[in-house]
C-alpha cells in the first residue's frame, strides 16, 4: 500500500464514523440515551486515530519524497532539509487543513471524555456540534476541493519544493501550528455556546466550562502572532515586524475579540451581566477564526502568508455564512430568555470600565476589518485594485491601542459596582505618579512625539497597578497566614493563578508597547555603498565590511556579505544574504542582526556587484528595545499559562484546623 492509499483510505474511513458520531450524540441529547452518548464517544477516539493516520502517512510522503501524491511534488524536493520536509505539512493548502482537522479531532475527543462527564446533556451537545465541524473538514479532503492525497500526473523526478519563505528560518516549525491552534481550539467555547442556545440554558455553565479553553486558544493565538512577527523581522529582510498585511490581520482580529471575550466573562460570574453580548463575542471570534482561514487559503489577497487561488475559498465562504446565519438565529430566538434584571450601574465600577473596554476592543477589529476587506470589495465590483497600507492602521489604531492600555490600567483598581472618592484616592495615586515619571523617562530619552511619550506615561502607570495589586496580595498573605514575601508571590499565582496571571498578562503588555513604541520612535536608519575594507557609521555603531561571498546549499544559492559591527560595547559578525532558490522569480533578503537588549543592529544586503565583488550596498537599521517585543511577547505567554493552570484544590475546613486527620476523613467518606 502506498503512503496516498494509505493517507485516502483513513480519511475516508473517517468520514462515516464522524457521521455517525455526530447523529449518535443528537440521539443521546434528545433520548437521554447512554448508550448513544458511549457511541459517539468512541467514534471521536477513531475519527481521531484516522486522522492521526492520515497526518503520519502525509508526513511519511514528504520524508520519503513521494512525488506522486500531488502535494508533495508542490511543497517538497530532494534537496529540501529534513526539517523543513517534516514541517512542509502545514507549507500548502490541503496540508494545512489536515493539520487542522487533527488539531479539532483532538479537542472533540477531549470534549466527548471529560466534558461529557460534568455536564452531560449540554456537553454532549456541543459534541454533536464539534463532530459535525469534523464532518465538513472530512468531507472537503475526500473531494477535489482540498484532498491532501491527490495524485501527480504524470509523476515527476523531483519537487518544487516549498515556499522559499517557508524554509529558510525554524520559527516555521512554531508560527502556523501555534495559529492553528489558537484557532481550533476556539471550536470548543463557540460549540458549548450554540449548544446553550439551543438547548434555551440562560446561565453561564457553557461560559465555566469553556473557561480554560477559550483562554489556551487566546494565549496561543497571541503567542502565534507574536512568533510570527518576530518570524517577519528575522526573515523577511525589510527591518519591521509588522507590515498590516490582510493575512496578519486576519490573525490578529479573532485575538482582538477574545481578548474582549476574556474580560467581559468576568462580569457574567460577578454579575450576571452581559449574557448576550458573551454570546456574541463568542460567535464573533470564532466568525472571525473562519474569515481568516478563507483569507489565507481562498487566494482573494495578496499577502506572503497566502496560499494561491484554490477551490476552498467559495465552500469557506459558504461555511462562514452558515456560522453566522445559524448563531444570530439562535441568539435572536432566545433572546428573551438571556434578558437581564439589572444594568451596569455606576460608570465608575469595574463592570462598566470592562464594557467600555469591550467596546474599544470591538472598534479597533472592526477598522481592522474594514481596512483589509476593502481592498477586496473594491476590486470584485469595481475591478480597480487598491492597497490600504499603514498610514491608514497607524492613524486608526494607534489611538484606540493607547485608549485600550488605559483601561487595562484603570478596570482592575476598580471595585465592582462602584468606587468611592477615598477608594479612587487610594488606588490612582501612585499608578498616576508613575505616569508621570514614565512621561519624563521618555522626554528625558529624547522621545519626544506626543504618542511615545503617551506610551510611556500609560505603560508606567498600568505596570504601577500591576506592582500594586502583586504587593497588597503579597502583604495580605503575609498578614494572614504568616508568609515570606517569596512564598506569599509564589501562593498567589498558585491559588489565584486566574486573577494574578492576568496582572502578568498586563506586565507583558506593557513591555510589549514600550518595545513598539521606542522602536518606531527612534529607529535611525543609513544605507551606503561600500568597497571591501570601506566602513559606515549607524548611530554609535560602525559597520565594516570585509567581503563578498558565495555559499551553495543543497536547496538554495547564497551570497553574503561579511560585516563587522563594533561600538557601544557591541564587536560582532554579522552575514546579512541574499538567497536565491530554483523556483523563485527573484533572491530572498535574509538580514544579518546583532541583537542586544538595548537595542539591535539589524543590516541588509540591498545590492551588490553582479560581476565581481568591488562593492555591496549596505542598509543598516538600529532598533532600541526591538528584542523586548519578543520578551514581552513571553511575558503575556506565561501569564496565560498561570491564568490557565487548574487552581489547587482546597482543603477541608476541618483538616486545615487540625480537627481530623486526613486518613480519618477518607475513612468516612
Not at 211 to 224: D, K, Q, T, Y
Not at 293 to 308: D, I, P
Not at 445 to 468: E, N, P, R, S, W
Request: charge should be positive; glycine fraction near 10%; hydrophobic fraction near 55%.
Amino acid at each position: 500500500m502506498t503512503w496516498a492509499d494509505l493517507g485516502a483510505s483513513a480519511l475516508r474511513a473517517a468520514l462515516p464514523i464522524a457521521i455517525w458520531g455526530c447523529g449518535a450524540a443528537v440521539y443521546a441529547v434528545a433520548r437521554r440515551d447512554g448508550r448513544a452518548l458511549a457511541s459517539a464517544r468512541w467514534a471521536t477516539v477513531l475519527v481521531l486515530a484516522f486522522i492521526g493516520l492520515a497526518v503520519f502517512a502525509m508526513e511519511g510522503a514528504l520524508l520519503s519524497h513521494d512525488f506522486s501524491i500531488l502535494y508533495v511534488a508542490q511543497n517538497n524536493a530532494r534537496e529540501t532539509p529534513l526539517f523543513f520536509t517534516a514541517i512542509s505539512l502545514w507549507a500548502g493548502l490541503a496540508g494545512s487543513i489536515l493539520l487542522w482537522a487533527l488539531v479539532l479531532a483532538g479537542a472533540t475527543a477531549y470534549v466527548a471524555w471529560r466534558g461529557t462527564r460534568d455536564l452531560p446533556r449540554l456537553a454532549t451537545t456541543a459534541l454533536a456540534i464539534l463532530l459535525g465541524m469534523s464532518v465538513f473538514f472530512l468531507l472537503i479532503m475526500t473531494t477535489p476541493v482540498a484532498d491532501p492525497f491527490t495524485r501527480a500526473d504524470p509523476v515527476p523526478a523531483n519537487g518544487l519544493g516549498p515556499n522559499p519563505l517557508l524554509q529558510n528560518h525554524p520559527l516555521m516549525a512554531l508560527h502556523p501550528p501555534l495559529l492553528y491552534l489558537g484557532y481550533v481550539l476556539f471550536s470548543v467555547p463557540f460549540a458549548y455556546a450554540i449548544a446553550s442556545l439551543i438547548l434555551g440554558e440562560a446561565g453561564d455553565r457553557w461560559l465555566v466550562a469553556t473557561r480554560r479553553f477559550a483562554l489556551v486558544s487566546w494565549g496561543l493565538l497571541g503567542l502565534g502572532i507574536v512568533v510570527g512577527s518576530w518570524w517577519s523581522y528575522a526573515v523577511l529582510g525589510w527591518g519591521g515586524y509588522w507590515a498590516w498585511d490582510p493575512v496578519e490581520n486576519a490573525a490578529l482580529m479573532p485575538w482582538l475579540v477574545a481578548t474582549a471575550y476574556l474580560h467581559s466573562v468576568m462580569v457574567e460570574e460577578k454579575r450576571r451581566l452581559l449574557r448576550t453580548w458573551n454570546l456574541a463575542l463568542v460567535v464573533a471570534t470564532f466568525a472571525l477564526t473562519i474569515l481568516g482561514t478563507f483569507l489565507t487559503r481562498s487566494g482573494v489577497v495578496n499577502s506572503v502568508h497566502s496560499f494561491t487561488q484554490s477551490a476552498i475559498g467559495p465552500v469557506l465562504l459558504g461555511y462562514l455564512a452558515a456560522i453566522v446565519v445559524l448563531s444570530v438565529g439562535l441568539i435572536l430566538w432566545r433572546m428573551p430568555r438571556l434578558a437581564e434584571a439589572e444594568g451596569i450601574g455606576a460608570p465608575l465600577s469595574r463592570e462598566a470600565i470592562f464594557l467600555v473596554q469591550n467596546v474599544v476592543f470591538v472598534a479597533a477589529t472592526v477598522t481592522v476589518l474594514l481596512g483589509t476587506l476593502y481592498p477586496v470589495f473594491a476590486e470584485a465590483l469595481t475591478g480597480a485594485q487598491l492597497s490600504i497600507g499603514r498610514p491608514y492602521f497607524d492613524r486608526v489604531e494607534v489611538p484606540l491601542a493607547l485608549a485600550l492600555l488605559f483601561l487595562m490600567g484603570v478596570g482592575p483598581q476598580l471595585p465592582w459596582h462602584g468606587a468611592s472618592r477615598a477608594t479612587l484616592e487610594r488606588q490612582f495615586t501612585a499608578p498616576i505618579l508613575a505616569a508621570a515619571a514614565g512621561a519624563a523617562v521618555a522626554l528625558a530619552a529624547g522621545l519626544d512625539g506626543a504618542f511615545t511619550v503617551l506610551t510611556y506615561a500609560l505603560a508606567f502607570f498600568v505596570a504601577a497597578t500591576v506592582v500594586q495589586e502583586f504587593a497588597r496580595g503579597v502583604r495580605a498573605r503575609g498578614t494572614l497566614h504568616g508568609e515570606p514575601p517569596a512564598v506569599a508571590f509564589v501562593n498567589l499565582l498558585r491559588r489565584s493563578g486566574r486573577r494574578y496571571g492576568g496582572y502578568v498578562v498586563h506586565l507583558g503588555i506593557v513591555v510589549v508597547a514600550l518595545a513598539i513604541a521606542t522602536s518606531q520612535a527612534a529607529t535611525i536608519q543609513v544605507e551606503q555603498t561600500l568597497s571591501p575594507g570601506g566602513s559606515m557609521t549607524a548611530g554609535p555603531y560602525t559597520i565594516t565590511f570585509g567581503a563578498l561571498r558565495d555559499a551553495a546549499e543543497p536547496q538554495r544559492d547564497l551570497v553574503y556579505a561579511d560585516l563587522t559591527v563594533t561600538g557601544n560595547g557591541v564587536q560582532e559578525n554579522v552575514r546579512p544574504a541574499l538567497a536565491f532558490y530554483p523556483n523563485a522569480t527573484q533572491a530572498i533578503g535574509s538580514p544579518g542582526i546583532a541583537p542586544g537588549p538595548r537595542e539591535d543592529v539589524y543590516t541588509i544586503l540591498s545590492a551588490y556587484d553582479t560581476r565581481g565583488s568591488s562593492w555591496a550596498t549596505i542598509r543598516v537599521l538600529v532598533m532600541p528595545l526591538v528584542s523586548w517585543l519578543w520578551i514581552g511577547g513571553g511575558i503575556v505567554g506565561i501569564g496565560a499559562l498561570i491564568a490557565a493552570l487548574p487552581q489547587p484544590k482546597r482543603r477541608p475546613v476541618a483538616q486545615r484546623a487540625g480537627a481530623l486527620p486526613a486518613e480519618a476523613e477518607g475513612a468516612r467518606m
